[in-house]
Protein backbone atom coordinates (compact mmCIF):
# COMPACT_ATOMS: atom_id res chain seq x y z
CA UNK A 1 0.00 0.00 0.00
CA UNK A 2 2.86 2.36 0.96
CA UNK A 3 4.56 1.71 -2.04
CA UNK A 4 2.30 2.25 -4.50
CA UNK A 5 1.55 5.40 -2.77
CA UNK A 6 4.99 6.09 -2.84
CA UNK A 7 5.80 5.42 -6.78
CA UNK A 8 2.29 7.92 -7.23
CA UNK A 9 3.50 10.21 -5.06
CA UNK A 10 7.17 10.14 -6.50
CA UNK A 11 5.48 10.62 -10.31
CA UNK A 12 3.41 13.76 -9.10
CA UNK A 13 5.97 15.69 -7.63
CA UNK A 14 8.31 15.15 -10.17
CA UNK A 15 5.80 16.14 -13.01
CA UNK A 16 5.22 19.28 -10.33
CA UNK A 17 8.90 19.74 -11.21
CA UNK A 18 8.91 19.42 -14.53
CA UNK A 19 6.29 22.47 -14.31
CA UNK A 20 7.98 24.32 -12.50
CA UNK A 21 11.40 24.06 -14.78
CA UNK A 22 8.93 24.93 -17.95
CA UNK A 23 8.13 28.31 -16.48
CA UNK A 24 11.22 28.76 -15.53
CA UNK A 25 13.09 28.24 -18.51
CA UNK A 26 9.47 30.10 -20.61
CA UNK A 27 9.84 33.14 -17.79
CA UNK A 28 9.04 35.53 -19.27
CA UNK A 29 10.02 37.92 -17.05
CA UNK A 30 12.80 37.76 -13.97
CA UNK A 31 10.18 37.30 -11.07
CA UNK A 32 8.53 34.91 -12.52
CA UNK A 33 11.83 33.12 -12.98
CA UNK A 34 12.44 33.78 -9.19
CA UNK A 35 8.97 32.48 -8.61
CA UNK A 36 9.49 29.24 -10.57
CA UNK A 37 13.08 28.52 -9.04
CA UNK A 38 11.05 29.22 -5.40
CA UNK A 39 8.91 26.89 -6.56
CA UNK A 40 11.92 24.16 -7.18
CA UNK A 41 13.66 24.03 -4.19
CA UNK A 42 10.34 23.42 -2.45
CA UNK A 43 9.28 20.55 -4.64
CA UNK A 44 12.57 19.13 -4.50
CA UNK A 45 12.22 18.96 -0.76
CA UNK A 46 9.26 16.86 -0.48
CA UNK A 47 11.24 14.83 -3.56
CA UNK A 48 13.83 14.37 -1.18
CA UNK A 49 11.68 13.18 1.73
CA UNK A 50 10.15 11.10 -0.41
CA UNK A 51 12.58 9.29 -1.08
CA UNK A 52 13.93 8.86 2.57
CA UNK A 53 10.61 7.20 3.33
CA UNK A 54 10.92 4.83 0.70
CA UNK A 55 15.09 4.10 1.10
CA UNK A 56 13.97 3.78 4.73
CA UNK A 57 16.68 6.10 5.93
CA UNK A 58 17.00 9.93 7.86
CA UNK A 59 19.63 10.90 6.32
CA UNK A 60 17.88 12.69 3.84
CA UNK A 61 16.29 15.38 6.26
CA UNK A 62 19.34 16.91 6.74
CA UNK A 63 19.68 17.61 3.07
CA UNK A 64 16.36 18.65 3.31
CA UNK A 65 17.03 21.59 6.09
CA UNK A 66 19.73 22.73 4.26
CA UNK A 67 17.64 23.48 0.91
CA UNK A 68 14.98 25.22 2.79
CA UNK A 69 17.39 27.47 4.14
CA UNK A 70 20.03 27.83 1.09
CA UNK A 71 16.52 28.57 -0.82
CA UNK A 72 14.76 30.94 1.14
CA UNK A 73 18.07 32.89 1.42
CA UNK A 74 18.90 32.46 -2.49
CA UNK A 75 14.86 33.78 -3.23
CA UNK A 76 15.13 36.42 -0.57
CA UNK A 77 18.66 38.03 -2.22
CA UNK A 78 17.21 37.67 -5.82
CA UNK A 79 14.41 39.81 -4.65
CA UNK A 80 16.39 42.24 -2.81
CA UNK A 81 18.68 42.77 -5.91
CA UNK A 82 15.50 43.47 -7.99
CA UNK A 83 14.36 45.87 -5.61
CA UNK A 84 17.12 47.83 -4.80
CA UNK A 85 19.64 46.99 -7.45
CA UNK A 86 22.48 45.24 -5.40
CA UNK A 87 22.71 42.59 -2.83
CA UNK A 88 24.21 43.82 0.40
CA UNK A 89 23.44 47.09 1.62
CA UNK B 1 16.46 43.99 37.14
CA UNK B 2 19.57 41.54 36.80
CA UNK B 3 17.13 39.04 35.20
CA UNK B 4 16.26 41.25 33.01
CA UNK B 5 19.74 41.69 31.73
CA UNK B 6 19.77 38.03 31.40
CA UNK B 7 16.66 37.11 29.46
CA UNK B 8 16.42 40.33 27.53
CA UNK B 9 13.95 38.08 25.52
CA UNK B 10 11.95 35.24 27.56
CA UNK B 11 10.17 34.29 25.02
CA UNK B 12 13.43 34.08 22.15
CA UNK B 13 15.19 32.06 24.50
CA UNK B 14 11.80 29.40 25.14
CA UNK B 15 12.08 28.82 21.17
CA UNK B 16 15.51 28.82 20.44
CA UNK B 17 15.87 26.14 23.11
CA UNK B 18 12.97 24.35 21.51
CA UNK B 19 14.50 24.39 17.73
CA UNK B 20 17.80 23.17 19.28
CA UNK B 21 16.06 20.19 20.94
CA UNK B 22 13.92 19.71 17.38
CA UNK B 23 17.07 20.00 15.52
CA UNK B 24 19.18 17.30 17.67
CA UNK B 25 16.04 15.23 17.74
CA UNK B 26 17.03 14.26 21.64
CA UNK B 27 16.55 15.25 24.78
CA UNK B 28 19.62 13.47 26.14
CA UNK B 29 20.92 15.51 29.31
CA UNK B 30 24.02 17.02 27.64
CA UNK B 31 21.59 18.72 25.01
CA UNK B 32 19.35 20.20 27.04
CA UNK B 33 22.18 22.03 28.81
CA UNK B 34 24.19 22.85 25.41
CA UNK B 35 20.59 24.03 24.29
CA UNK B 36 19.94 26.47 27.21
CA UNK B 37 23.54 28.01 27.36
CA UNK B 38 22.78 28.34 23.31
CA UNK B 39 19.48 29.82 24.35
CA UNK B 40 20.90 32.03 27.15
CA UNK B 41 23.66 33.92 25.09
CA UNK B 42 22.18 34.38 21.86
CA UNK B 43 19.56 36.85 22.54
CA UNK B 44 21.86 38.78 25.46
CA UNK B 45 24.36 38.61 22.55
CA UNK B 46 21.90 39.91 19.97
CA UNK B 47 19.54 41.89 21.69
CA UNK B 48 20.85 45.62 20.16
CA UNK B 49 19.24 44.00 17.33
CA UNK B 50 16.03 43.67 18.48
CA UNK B 51 14.84 47.49 19.92
CA UNK B 52 11.26 46.77 20.52
CA UNK B 53 9.80 44.56 23.58
CA UNK B 54 7.76 41.70 22.44
CA UNK B 55 4.64 41.68 24.82
CA UNK B 56 2.29 39.46 24.25
CA UNK B 57 -0.53 39.50 26.93
CA UNK B 58 -2.90 36.37 26.42
CA UNK B 59 -0.02 33.15 25.49
CA UNK B 60 -3.26 31.06 25.57
CA UNK B 61 -4.54 33.30 22.75
CA UNK B 62 -1.85 33.18 20.94
CA UNK B 63 -1.94 29.16 20.84
CA UNK B 64 -5.52 29.07 19.94
CA UNK B 65 -4.51 31.19 17.01
CA UNK B 66 -2.17 29.11 15.82
CA UNK B 67 -4.53 26.14 15.61
CA UNK B 68 -7.08 28.33 13.90
CA UNK B 69 -5.00 29.26 11.14
CA UNK B 70 -3.58 25.96 10.92
CA UNK B 71 -7.12 25.05 10.20
CA UNK B 72 -7.95 28.00 7.81
CA UNK B 73 -5.22 27.01 5.72
CA UNK B 74 -6.25 23.13 5.13
CA UNK B 75 -10.37 25.41 3.93
CA UNK B 76 -8.52 28.21 1.77
CA UNK B 77 -5.85 25.71 0.43
CA UNK B 78 -8.72 23.49 -0.94
CA UNK B 79 -10.54 26.36 -2.22
CA UNK B 80 -7.60 27.45 -3.74
CA UNK B 81 -7.05 24.38 -5.16
CA UNK B 82 -9.87 24.56 -6.98
CA UNK B 83 -9.46 27.87 -8.18
CA UNK B 84 -6.48 26.55 -10.42
CA UNK B 85 -7.86 23.55 -11.36
CA UNK B 86 -10.88 25.24 -12.77
CA UNK B 87 -11.38 27.79 -15.71
CA UNK B 88 -9.15 30.46 -15.68
CA UNK B 89 -11.78 32.46 -17.25
CA UNK B 90 -13.51 33.01 -14.66
CA UNK B 91 -11.18 34.21 -12.01
CA UNK B 92 -11.17 38.01 -10.92
CA UNK B 93 -7.80 39.01 -9.41
CA UNK B 94 -7.01 42.00 -8.22
CA UNK B 95 -5.43 44.76 -5.92
CA UNK B 96 -6.72 46.09 -2.56
CA UNK B 97 -5.74 48.11 0.19
CA UNK B 98 -6.92 46.62 3.52
CA UNK B 99 -6.43 49.54 6.50
CA UNK B 100 -4.73 48.00 9.43
CA UNK B 101 -5.97 48.65 13.06
CA UNK B 102 -3.10 46.71 14.23
CA UNK B 103 -0.08 49.37 15.53
CA UNK B 104 2.46 46.76 17.10
CA UNK B 105 5.29 45.63 14.15
CA UNK B 106 5.12 41.94 15.12
CA UNK B 107 1.36 41.92 15.06
CA UNK B 108 1.82 43.22 11.51
CA UNK B 109 4.01 41.04 10.53
CA UNK B 110 1.95 37.88 11.42
CA UNK B 111 -1.06 38.75 10.05
CA UNK B 112 0.45 39.75 7.15
CA UNK B 113 2.11 36.35 7.35
CA UNK B 114 -1.35 34.70 7.67
CA UNK B 115 -3.22 36.72 4.68
CA UNK B 116 -0.51 35.22 2.23
CA UNK B 117 -1.15 31.74 3.39
CA UNK B 118 -4.64 31.86 3.51
CA UNK B 119 -7.94 32.83 1.66
CA UNK B 120 -6.83 33.13 -1.64
CA UNK B 121 -4.74 36.59 -0.99
CA UNK B 122 -1.10 37.73 -0.88
CA UNK B 123 -0.05 40.50 1.12
CA UNK B 124 2.45 42.87 -1.28
CA UNK B 125 3.02 46.12 0.10
CA UNK B 126 3.08 48.03 3.56
CA UNK B 127 3.00 51.86 3.34
CA UNK B 128 5.49 53.60 4.75
CA UNK B 129 3.40 54.78 7.67
CA UNK B 130 2.23 51.16 8.53
CA UNK B 131 -1.65 52.39 7.67
CA UNK B 132 -1.91 50.07 4.98
CA UNK B 133 -1.48 46.90 3.62
CA UNK B 134 -2.04 46.50 -0.14
CA UNK B 135 -3.16 43.00 -1.25
CA UNK B 136 -3.60 40.73 -3.92
CA UNK B 137 -6.48 38.30 -4.37
CA UNK B 138 -7.29 35.54 -6.60
CA UNK B 139 -10.96 35.78 -7.17
CA UNK B 140 -12.52 39.14 -5.91
CA UNK B 141 -16.26 38.86 -5.62
CA UNK B 142 -16.98 41.53 -2.80
CA UNK B 143 -13.82 43.61 -1.81
CA UNK B 144 -15.55 44.83 1.31
CA UNK B 145 -16.69 41.08 2.42
CA UNK B 146 -12.90 40.28 1.90
CA UNK B 147 -11.80 42.88 3.70
CA UNK B 148 -14.64 42.52 6.53
CA UNK B 149 -13.63 38.37 7.00
CA UNK B 150 -9.89 39.23 7.13
CA UNK B 151 -10.67 41.52 10.07
CA UNK B 152 -13.05 38.90 11.60
CA UNK B 153 -11.10 35.82 11.58
CA UNK B 154 -7.40 37.29 11.74
CA UNK B 155 -6.84 40.96 12.93
CA UNK B 156 -9.40 40.98 16.10
CA UNK B 157 -7.54 38.18 17.82
CA UNK B 158 -4.36 39.67 17.12
CA UNK B 159 -5.60 42.79 18.46
CA UNK B 160 -6.61 41.58 21.42
CA UNK B 161 -2.89 39.45 21.90
CA UNK B 162 -0.88 42.01 21.37
CA UNK B 163 -0.22 45.21 22.98
CA UNK B 164 0.59 48.35 21.40
CA UNK B 165 3.67 49.83 22.14
CA UNK C 1 -3.89 1.04 9.70
CA UNK C 2 -0.64 3.12 9.93
CA UNK C 3 0.27 2.29 6.11
CA UNK C 4 -3.18 3.89 5.33
CA UNK C 5 -2.55 7.04 7.01
CA UNK C 6 0.77 7.37 5.60
CA UNK C 7 -0.45 6.53 2.20
CA UNK C 8 -3.15 9.18 2.64
CA UNK C 9 -0.69 11.45 3.88
CA UNK C 10 1.62 11.47 1.25
CA UNK C 11 -1.12 11.60 -1.76
CA UNK C 12 -1.96 14.48 -0.50
CA UNK C 13 0.79 16.17 0.20
CA UNK C 14 1.83 14.93 -3.39
CA UNK C 15 -1.40 16.36 -4.91
CA UNK C 16 -0.84 20.27 -3.30
CA UNK C 17 2.42 20.01 -4.63
CA UNK C 18 1.06 19.41 -8.05
CA UNK C 19 -1.52 21.45 -7.83
CA UNK C 20 0.77 23.98 -6.59
CA UNK C 21 3.06 23.70 -10.09
CA UNK C 22 -0.05 23.62 -12.22
CA UNK C 23 -0.89 27.08 -11.06
CA UNK C 24 2.75 28.16 -11.35
CA UNK C 25 2.17 26.76 -14.80
CA UNK C 26 -1.23 27.56 -16.08
CA UNK C 27 -2.51 30.70 -14.30
CA UNK C 28 -1.75 34.16 -16.73
CA UNK C 29 0.21 36.51 -14.72
CA UNK C 30 2.97 37.05 -12.38
CA UNK C 31 0.74 37.93 -9.43
CA UNK C 32 -1.95 35.06 -9.98
CA UNK C 33 0.98 32.84 -10.06
CA UNK C 34 2.34 33.44 -6.97
CA UNK C 35 -0.63 32.07 -5.06
CA UNK C 36 -0.22 28.83 -6.67
CA UNK C 37 3.37 28.29 -4.52
CA UNK C 38 2.79 30.18 -1.54
CA UNK C 39 -0.15 27.93 -0.60
CA UNK C 40 -0.73 24.40 -2.33
CA UNK C 41 3.07 23.66 -2.10
CA UNK C 42 3.66 24.54 1.61
CA UNK C 43 0.73 23.00 2.67
CA UNK C 44 1.75 20.04 0.55
CA UNK C 45 5.15 19.86 1.49
CA UNK C 46 3.94 20.50 4.98
CA UNK C 47 1.37 17.12 4.32
CA UNK C 48 4.93 14.58 3.09
CA UNK C 49 6.90 16.06 5.98
CA UNK C 50 4.49 15.00 8.82
CA UNK C 51 3.98 11.80 6.91
CA UNK C 52 7.76 11.52 7.39
CA UNK C 53 7.79 12.18 10.97
CA UNK C 54 5.05 9.85 11.59
CA UNK C 55 6.74 6.91 9.86
CA UNK C 56 10.15 7.19 11.67
CA UNK C 57 8.59 7.77 14.90
CA UNK C 58 7.18 4.25 14.36
CA UNK C 59 9.83 2.63 12.48
CA UNK C 60 12.61 3.69 14.44
CA UNK C 61 13.38 3.83 18.40
CA UNK C 62 11.75 7.36 19.98
CA UNK C 63 10.17 10.23 18.69
CA UNK C 64 11.47 12.06 15.43
CA UNK C 65 10.45 15.21 15.26
CA UNK C 66 12.49 17.24 13.67
CA UNK C 67 10.85 16.87 10.59
CA UNK C 68 8.30 19.62 12.01
CA UNK C 69 11.05 21.95 12.25
CA UNK C 70 11.89 22.02 8.66
CA UNK C 71 7.52 22.24 8.39
CA UNK C 72 7.09 25.24 10.76
CA UNK C 73 10.36 26.80 8.76
CA UNK C 74 8.78 26.57 5.67
CA UNK C 75 5.21 28.07 7.01
CA UNK C 76 7.09 31.03 8.31
CA UNK C 77 9.50 31.76 5.37
CA UNK C 78 7.30 31.05 2.28
CA UNK C 79 4.84 33.72 2.79
CA UNK C 80 7.98 36.12 3.73
CA UNK C 81 9.18 35.58 0.18
CA UNK C 82 5.84 35.29 -1.64
CA UNK C 83 5.59 39.00 -0.03
CA UNK C 84 9.02 40.31 -1.24
CA UNK C 85 8.61 38.79 -4.61
CA UNK C 86 5.54 40.35 -4.79
CA UNK C 87 7.06 44.03 -3.39
CA UNK C 88 9.90 43.18 -6.53
CA UNK C 89 7.56 42.99 -9.34
CA UNK C 90 5.65 45.88 -8.30
CA UNK C 91 9.08 47.83 -8.62
CA UNK C 92 9.84 46.53 -11.45
CA UNK C 93 6.53 46.86 -12.82
CA UNK C 94 5.14 43.29 -13.91
CA UNK C 95 2.48 43.53 -16.65
CA UNK C 96 -0.82 42.25 -14.93
CA UNK C 97 -3.26 40.81 -16.76
CA UNK C 98 -6.53 43.12 -18.21
CA UNK C 99 -9.14 42.36 -15.89
CA UNK C 100 -7.38 42.81 -12.82
CA UNK C 101 -9.20 44.73 -10.62
CA UNK C 102 -7.14 48.29 -9.73
CA UNK C 103 -7.27 49.93 -6.71
CA UNK C 104 -9.82 52.51 -5.66
CA UNK C 105 -8.34 56.12 -5.04
Not at chain 2, 23 to 44: D, Q, R
Not at chain 2, 69 to 83: D, P, S, W
Not at chain 2, 119 to 137: E, M, N, Q
Request: one cysteine or more.
Amino acid sequence: MLNLALSISFVMVGLAILLSFIRLIIGPNTPDRILALDTLYINSIALLILLGINLQSALYFEAALLIALMGFMGTLALSKYLLRGDIME
Amino acid sequence: MILQRLFPHPLLTMILWGIWLLLNNTISPGHIVLGAVLAIFIPWLTSSYWPEKITIRHPWMLVLYVLRVLFEILVANAVVAKLILGPQKNLKPGFLNYELKLTSPVGIGLLANTISLTPGTVSCDLSKDRRFLLIHALHIDDVEAIKAEIHRKFEKPLLEIFVTC
Amino acid sequence: MLEWILAILILIGAFFTLVGSIGLYKLSDFYMRLHGPTKASTLGVGAILIASAIHFSFKTEGVSLHEILVTLFLFITAPVSAHLMAKAAIHIKVKQVERTRQLEK
